[in-house]
């Protein structure tokens, strides 16, 4: 019903910049939530950045300052600005899609982000 696909994952210095972004396609929900999770092996899944369609945004905790995310209105498509990169930043980002009209939970494949010292 609902693809996520990601982009923009890579590999990046300490300090440096990267931006992903995920396009999501499908039947839709016209009010929904996207947002960026990451996953590092042995760890939980932890919250990066959350945006729903009225724009409303929530952040970890440690990404805050460094990190924004945004939203294009006229497709849905979710871009994640990552700034002051550090190697704890190194992960597994996957883009998530909430309808928030019905239900529906959708994850992508995930892209690696690798920070190095």
Not at 54 to 77: C, E
Request: net charge positive; charged share 10%; proline share 2%.
């Amino acid at each position: 019903q609902v693809q996520l696909v990601e982009s923009g994952g890579g590999l990046v210095q300490a300090g440096g910049s990267l931006r992903l972004s995920c396009a999501a396609s499908g039947s839709i929900s016209n009010l929904n939530s996207m947002g960026w999770y990451r996953q590092v092996p042995g760890k939980q899944r932890e919250l990066v950045a959350v945006i729903i369609s009225t724009g409303s945004t929530n952040y970890g905790d440690s990404v805050k300052g460094r990190f924004t995310i945004s939203r294009a209105n006229a497709r849905n498509t979710v871009y994640l600005q990552m700034n002051s990169l550090k190697p704890e930043d190194t992960a597994v980002y996957y883009c998530n899609l909430i309808a928030l009209i019905g239900t529906g939970n959708y994850w992508g494949q995930g892209t690696q982000v690798t920070v190095s010292a």
